[in-house]
Nanobody, 124 residues
Framework: EVQLQASGGGLVQAGGSLRLSCAAS????????IGWFRQAPGKEREAVSC????????FYVPSVKGRFTIYSDNAKNTVYLQMNSLKPADTSVYYC?????????????????WGQGTQVTVSS
């Protein structure tokens, strides 16, 4: 059974940093992508970033590019999202998800497995 465990959320002041972790287990896919998505109360879920297992290619949405960095520790089957220069607009529940296959992308319906969320709150 595929399991994705997101952690690392918390309360931080604007301009601060947090590092989210997504620990993946229970699968043997050769190629996959791990994505981060977020959803604020009353808003639609939006993509944040993703990384491919095949070559570590990373993708970001414009609103976080230059502030967030996604990277993986394959030995630990864990993907991290380093979030710097946080803004109140980044406040959301952050979810990690796994998409089976070589293709990357930030279209949520293409992701096959989802973890529980972790709350990130950025105060002004």
């Amino acid at each position: 059974e595929v399991q994705l465990q997101a952690s690392g959320g918390g309360l931080v002041q604007a301009g601060g940093s947090l590092r989210l972790s997504c620990a993946a287990s229970g699968f043997t896919f050769d190629d996959y992508a791990i994505g981060w998505f977020r959803q604020a109360p009353g808003k639609e879920r939006e993509a944040v970033s993703c990384i491919t297992s095949s070559d570590g290619s990373a993708f970001y949405v414009p609103s976080v590019k230059g502030r967030f960095t996604i990277y993986s520790d394959n030995a630990k089957n864990t993907v991290y999202l380093q979030m710097n220069s946080l803004k109140p607009a980044d406040t959301s529940v952050y979810y990690c998800a796994l998409r089976v296959g070589r293709q990357a992308g930030l279209y949520a319906p293409n992701y096959d497995y989802w973890g529980q969320g972790t709350q990130v709150t950025v105060s002004s």
